[in-house]
């Protein structure tokens, strides 16, 4: 009888570190504003508020070709000139972890 009883207690262990552990995963999380009419600052970041200096940010046209390749700076921002084509801004964690902004959703000054 105390074989199933260790074998319960070992899986609901092995389900609690499960749970732990994307306990403390975060998001990536980027948000661009317009400074102005010509330019665009984005700062990206994780919802565990900690910043994401050196991660890629690039700005994207419609057709795929990459405008603008970036990183953001060491206080986490990139500041480029708005685009004269249709585009969209990619921030790429990695695998599964990229968030996309739309021109059209990008905050007005």
């Given at each position: 009888m105390t074989q199933?009883?260790?074998s319960l207690k070992a899986?609901?262990?092995v389900l609690c570190a499960g749970f732990g552990a994307?306990?403390?995963a975060h998001n990536p999380m980027c948000e661009?504003?317009?400074i102005d009419a010509e330019?665009?600052?984005c700062t990206?970041?994780?919802s565990d508020g900690s910043g994401a200096p050196g991660v890629?940010?690039?700005v994207i046209?419609?057709?795929e070709s990459i405008l603008l390749p970036g990183k953001l700076g060491a206080d986490s921002t990139l500041t480029f000139k708005k685009p004269d084509t249709a585009f969209y801004v990619l921030f790429d964690v990695g695998p599964g972890h990229v968030v996309e902004i739309d021109q059209a959703d990008i905050q007005s000054p």
């Open positions: 199933p009883i260790h899986l609901l262990l994307s306990a403390l661009c504003k317009a330019q665009i600052r990206g970041g994780f890629t940010l690039d046209g419609y057709d």
